[in-house]
């Protein structure tokens, strides 16, 4: 009887441990997954191309990775690390797919700006972001990979904490301030702002054809004297979250 306690009990282990793996992720021949959830694949020899997962979020770093051309001319071609940041649902089979460059020429051009998409194969969206870490110039003997990526998740942190902070002490002050007496300087700040919205409002006419729309979420137009960066700080109020983080990737790879 306690053998079959601790059979029944090891069955249960075994059932409950597959069903906590029962997402996976995979890629084609021509890419290999470098690091799930900061963790190196450990493969030198050969690539790894499937991963099992559970449900909830995940990071996989993949880059595309392919030996081109004849056998007597051929040469292996890699593309920078791409991270993607999946948040995988129950039962979710994700693959990535992507085209598969036969010239040498055209595999160095795909490695430059590697394209792909990622599937269910039980159908539904795949709920993900991604970014290319940035090429970094000079001979590379190695690189700590991780490294740059927790320099990147930093920068985001902070970059979206000081947006968060400066609309809210905007919202704050436009809540706060009290109307006062019209001066110079006073007017010269309203009639900038008023020109930056004007600016913003006739561009977003004239590539639409039609009347600017109004706002859809309440935007606090920024005050000083710098029409560029208050364009910049209203469309980035005006924008939702998934345009803001995208735009923060871009910001962090000008650098």
Not at 156 to 179: E, F, G, H, I, R
Request: proline share 4%.
């Amino acid at each position: 009887m306690r053998f079959l306690g601790k059979t029944v009990t090891l069955t249960f282990a075994c059932i409950a441990s597959f069903n906590a793996l029962a997402a996976s992720f995979s890629t084609p021949t021509h890419f290999e997954i470098m690091y799930v959830d900061k963790q190196s694949t450990g493969t030198f020899s050969l690539s790894k191309t499937d991963a099992d997962l559970t449900t909830g979020p995940h990071q996989i770093v993949v880059r595309y990775s392919d030996n081109v051309g004849s056998n007597s001319n051929s040469e292996i071609i890699k593309s920078q690390p791409i991270v993607i940041n999946l948040n995988v649902k129950e039962n979710q089979d994700i693959v990535l797919s992507a085209k598969q460059p036969r010239s040498i020429s055209k595999a160095k051009k795909f490695a430059d700006k590697p394209t792909f998409s990622l599937k269910s194969k039980n159908g539904g969206a795949v709920d993900s972001t991604h970014y290319v870490l940035p090429l970094k110039s000079g001979m590379q003997f190695s690189r700590d990979y991780l490294e740059e990526i927790a320099a990147i998740e930093a920068t985001q942190a902070n970059t979206t904490a000081a947006a968060v902070a400066t609309t809210s002490t905007a919202v704050a002050a436009s809540n706060t301030v009290k109307a006062e007496p019209t001066t110079t300087a006073s007017t010269s700040t309203t009639n900038t702002a008023a020109a930056a919205t004007a600016v913003v409002a006739t561009t977003a006419a004239v590539a639409s054809n039609e009347p600017a729309a109004a706002p859809e979420v309440d935007v606090v137009m920024p005050s000083g004297d710098n029409t560029e960066l208050q364009m910049l700080q209203f469309w980035y109020q005006r924008s939702d979250a998934a345009t803001r983080k995208a735009f923060q990737i871009w910001v962090i790879q000008q650098q």
